[in-house]
Structure formats: structure tokens, C-alpha cells
């Protein structure tokens, strides 16, 4: 599990450290992390967007971005430390004479200059570090700090953020202005959200963590949590000997219309490699969801009518089509999509015994809360928080990052980590239903279904496109690769 803290969280920590610590430790510790990764990146170190060409650091060209706090901090002491090992290395502080004293005079003391013409060194340095902001930083960049961005990002060096890229904020993953796009961001003590959730995340290249030793002083829930593959394992249900059909969940799917067919069948393809032991299937689609999947069980009347399920997934393609308040009066888990998210009512959802999940995208979202997409799209979090709060339902929020949140305090927000802008293509978000309305019915709480279905389709996402356009239908026909490649299953095995 990857988790991420809030600013807040993170300075309280650090506080309770540095009280056990001598003065500067802490600072060291970060400084000396983030020369390591720097070292790596000027050795030929992969992940980051750009790789740098020098292969050493004796020799190499560094800028450090010093601006007026303890980020600046860290950027000039991890300068001092590649100097000492041989790097020509040239300070632009941003902040004139409020510059970090002690990172100033150890870089100058290991053979470091400041910059004559920061425009000069910036287009032949082999490394940048962005030491402009971390987590004290509020808003974009400044005016005086724009230039000298754009110029690092002109030139041909590994930009390398220092915390953060400076100019995101911390805790939102909010870009309010302009700011500086990394390949690398080396980040102390514990992840902020910012660094996991789109716009910000975009910023931040590959993430490295340099524990300074922050973890006892952390609490145990944090603001965010990302699972990885070993989690999803854990969630994924299994069938064993006792498993029949009706143990391993029936799961109801109602979806499509004259308008959408469709939808219905990329719903059902979701369903059937979801893990539920049937898929039902209610609505007026029932021909074309036979013809491509002859195990579903078909229905055209209301869902109540349709016989037992352990979960319903209603909405994608429906129209105006009838199902959603019948499903949601029924007393088991419902997911609510797309269409079906239209006028929906949070008296009614609040009032249900059962879970309900919201799966929307951002257009939707922000339909829900009565806002601009826009608003949705750059505050994320806050969104999806507000949406789980107000309907008192889990809320998956879809898009370049998708979140998960509970209705309950102080539960942490999922981010997925799998996914590719290429599942940005019609019909994924149906297949999404179906699958995480599959692994409702097998059992699986709403965040967990939500989250692990999330998991699984951005991975096969990933699988059937690699790198290439992808139809929704080969997504779900990689959800089965996923789920292998999740549990560990080899193929052949
Ligand atoms: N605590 C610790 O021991 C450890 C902390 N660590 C490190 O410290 C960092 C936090 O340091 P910090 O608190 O000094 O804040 P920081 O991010 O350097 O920036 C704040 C300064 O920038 C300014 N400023 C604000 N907005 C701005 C903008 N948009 N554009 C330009 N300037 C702006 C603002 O000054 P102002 O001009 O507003 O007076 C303020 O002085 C943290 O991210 C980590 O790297 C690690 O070493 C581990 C140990
Ligand atoms: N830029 C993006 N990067 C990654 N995933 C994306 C992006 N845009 C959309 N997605 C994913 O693609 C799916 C699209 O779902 P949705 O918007 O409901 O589309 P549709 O209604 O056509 O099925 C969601 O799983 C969403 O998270
Ligand atoms: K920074």
C-alpha cells in the first residue's frame, strides 16, 4: 500500500522528529537522499521522463532553484553534496537574501558558485534541482520564478523536483498558476496527495521517497492510500470447493437501450469477469446480450421481478429507461452509473439500508454537486469527498485519476494507480460498472469492489493497449490478464 499525508500531518511529524534530533539533522538526512537519487539520475538512472547523458556526476552540470525556505534548503545542501563528488554546480536563488544561509555556504564551501546569468547555466546543466517550493509553498509560481522555470525546462537537463514541483499544492494536487514540470520528484518522510492525484501528479514524473525517518510519528490512517498489486490480491475473491453459482453472488445488471444497445453488453462483459458466479441481465438489450454472451441471464421486466441478486449495477446506456429507483428500493448493494445518476436524489440514497456505490466521471460529478467541470477536474479530492458525503454513498470519481471515498469519517481516500489515458474511449465506463458491480455481488464492501475493480480495469487497460488505441470490448477481454497478473498466476499455470 502506498499512502500520502497531509501537509498538516507531515509538519507534525516532522516536528515530534526534529524535537529527538540534533538541529539540521533531519535537513541532512533529506539532502543526502536526494543527492543519491541525483547521483543515480546523472549515472544513467531509468524512470525519469528525460535521462541524462553524462553517466557520472564528476564533470556533470547542476543548477540548483533555491527559493526562500527550507526546500531551498534541501536543494543547496544536495548541490554541496555532488559538488564535493565532483559536479560543477551553480546556485539561482529566487529569493535573493533570504536564501537558506547554511545550504548556501556549505554548496559555496564545496566549490559551488552562484549563477552570473541563470539563463546561461540553465541551458547547458545536465541536472536541475527545483528547489523553489515544497510544502510551504501556496499558489503557482511567482512572476520572477516563471522565466527562470520555463528556461530549465528549454534546456536539456533531468529536472528534478525537490518535495514537490513547485508551484502544485501539496494537499490537493491542485495547479492554480503556472509551475514546474519535473521528471523526477524526490519527496521526503511520506507522499502528499498532491504528488498521487491529477493535475499535480502530471508534474511529478517518477516519484522517489526518502524516508528521514518520519514513519513512528505518522499516524495510522492517512489522507489517502494507493493499493498495489498485493492488496488487490487480498480483496480479489476466490472460489473454493464449497463455491457454487449462488455462493460466488449473482450480480444485476440493468443498462442499455433502443439508443445505447451497446452499453448493455459492454456492462455484462464487465460482469462476467468480475467474479460473481452469474450475470443477470435486465432490460430491453437482451438479444444483443445473448448473442455475445449466451451465459447471461435475461429478463425484461423490472429488476424486483427479476429474480434474487446480491447487487445491482444500474445506469450505463439506460436513457430514460425505467430500473434505478426499483433497484435502489431493492435491500441490496447498488451501483449507480451514468445515466443513472441523472436526478438522482440524495434523500433517496441516504435513506437505503444497503450500500450504494456512485461511479460518475467528472462531467457527472459536477452535475451532482451543481459546479463546473472544471471545478470537478481541479479539485478532485475535494469533489469526491463532498459527493460521498452528500449522498452518504462510496464514490468512485473516473478520469486521469480516479479516487474512491467513503461516507464514513476519517476512512482514507483510494487512488488508483493503474489506468491509461487511452481507457478515455466509449464504453470503458460501462465495462467499469459491470465489473465492480460483479465484485459487489461476490461479496466485496463498496469501497473495496470499487477500488479493486478500478485497479483491475486500468491494468487491463494497460494490457490491451499497450500504447496503442484500445476498444472498451478489449478492455474487458483483458480484465482476465489483469486479475492473473494481479493474484500471481503465471501463464500456463
Ligand atoms: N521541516 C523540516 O525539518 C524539513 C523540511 N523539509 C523541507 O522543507 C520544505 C518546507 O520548507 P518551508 O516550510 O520552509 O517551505 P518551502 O516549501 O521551502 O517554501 C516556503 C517559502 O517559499 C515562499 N513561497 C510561498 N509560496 C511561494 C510561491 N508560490 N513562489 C515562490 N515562493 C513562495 C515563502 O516565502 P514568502 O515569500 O511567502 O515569505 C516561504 O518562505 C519541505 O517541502 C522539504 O523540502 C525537509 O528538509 C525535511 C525536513
Ligand atoms: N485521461 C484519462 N486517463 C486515464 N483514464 C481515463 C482518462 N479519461 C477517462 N479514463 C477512464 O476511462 C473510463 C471512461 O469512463 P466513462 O467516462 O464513464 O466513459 P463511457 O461513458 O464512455 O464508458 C473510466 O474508467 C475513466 O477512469
Ligand atoms: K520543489
Request: glycine share 16%.
Amino acid at each position: 500500500m502506498r499512502t500520502a499525508y497531509s501537509v498538516e500531518t507531515v509538519r507534525n511529524a516532522e516536528r515530534e522528529l526534529m524535537a529527538r534530533l540534533p538541529e539540521g539533522a533531519l535537513m541532512q538526512r533529506a539532502a543526502a537522499g536526494l543527492a543519491a537519487a541525483c547521483a543515480d539520475l546523472l549515472g544513467g538512472g531509468s524512470g525519469a521522463g528525460r535521462v541524462s547523458a553524462v553517466g557520472r556526476v564528476y564533470g556533470s552540470k547542476v543548477v540548483v532553484l533555491a527559493g526562500s525556505g527550507a526546500n531551498g534548503g534541501d536543494a543547496l545542501y544536495a548541490g554541496a553534496r555532488l559538488a564535493a563528488r565532483g559536479a560543477r554546480v551553480w546556485a539561482v536563488p529566487l529569493a535573493a537574501d533570504r536564501t537558506h544561509e547554511g545550504g548556501l555556504a556549505a554548496l559555496l564551501g564545496a566549490g559551488g558558485r552562484v549563477a552570473d546569468d541563470p539563463f546561461e547555466v540553465l541551458a547547458v546543466a545536465d541536472l536541475v534541482l527545483d528547489g523553489i517550493t515544497g510544502i510551504g509553498g501556496r499558489g503557482g509560481l511567482r512572476p520572477d520564478a516563471v522565466p527562470v522555470a520555463r528556461a530549465a525546462r528549454g534546456g536539456r537537463g533531468v529536472i528534478v523536483a525537490v518535495d514537490l514541483p513547485s508551484g502544485v499544492e501539496a494537499d490537493s494536487g491542485e495547479v492554480a498558476g503556472e509551475a514546474l514540470r519535473a521528471d523526477a520528484t524526490v519527496t521526503f518522510g511520506a507522499y502528499k496527495p498532491g504528488l498521487l492525484i491529477d493535475p499535480a501528479r502530471e508534474y511529478a514524473g517518477a516519484l522517489r521517497l526518502v524516508d528521514i525517518g518520519l514513519g513512528p510519528y505518522l499516524p495510522s490512517v492517512p489522507e489517502l492510500e494507493a493499493l498495489q498489486h498485493e492488496d488487490v490480491a487480498r480483496l480479489l475473491p476466490a472460489p473454493t470447493g464449497e463455491s457454487d453459482k449462488y455462493r460466488r453472488g449473482v450480480v444485476g445488471i440493468v443498462a442499455g437501450s433502443a439508443r445505447y444497445p451497446g452499453a448493455a453488453v459492454l456492462a455484462v462483459a464487465g460482469a462476467l469477469r468480475g467474479g460473481a458466479g452469474a450475470v443477470r441481465y435486465v432490460g430491453p438489450g437482451g438479444d444483443a446480450v445473448i448473442a455475445h454472451y449466451p451465459e447471461t441471464l435475461v429478463h425484461e421486466g423490472p429488476p424486483s421481478k427479476a429474480g434474487r441478486v446480491q447487487a445491482w449495477a444500474v445506469g450505463p446506456g439506460l436513457g430514460d429507461g425505467p430500473g434505478v429507483a426499483d433497484a435502489l428500493a431493492s435491500d441490496v448493494p447498488v451501483l449507480v452509473d451514468a445515466d443513472g445518476l441523472r436526478l438522482l436524489d440524495p434523500a433517496t440514497v441516504r435513506a437505503r439500508t444497503a450500500p450504494t456505490l456512485l461511479t460518475p466521471h467528472a462531467g457527472e460529478a459536477a452535475a451532482l454537486l451543481g459546479v463546473d467541470r472544471a471545478e470537478v477536474e481541479s479539485g478532485r479530492l475535494a469533489a469526491v469527498r463532498e459527493l460521498a458525503a452528500r449522498y452518504g454513498a462510496t464514490v468512485l470519481l473516473k478520469g486521469s485519476t480516479t479516487l474512491v471515498a467513503s461516507p464514513d469519517q476519517g476512512v482514507p481516500v483510494r487512488v488508483n494507480p493503474t489506468g491509461t489515458p487511452w481507457l478515455a474511449t466509449a464504453g470503458s465506463g460501462d465495462v467499469l460498472s459491470g465489473l465492480a458491480g460483479s465484485l459487489l455481488a461476490s461479496g466485496l464492501d463498496p469501497r473495496d469492489a470499487a477500488s479493486a475493480a478500478a485497479y483491475l480495469h486500468g491494468l487491463a487497460g494497460r494490457l490491451a493497449s499497450h500504447g496503442a488505441p484500445v476498444t472498451a470490448h478489449e478492455v474487458a477481454e483483458a480484465v482476465r490478464g489483469a486479475w492473473r497478473d494481479v493474484v500471481g498466476v503465471r501463464a500456463g499455470a
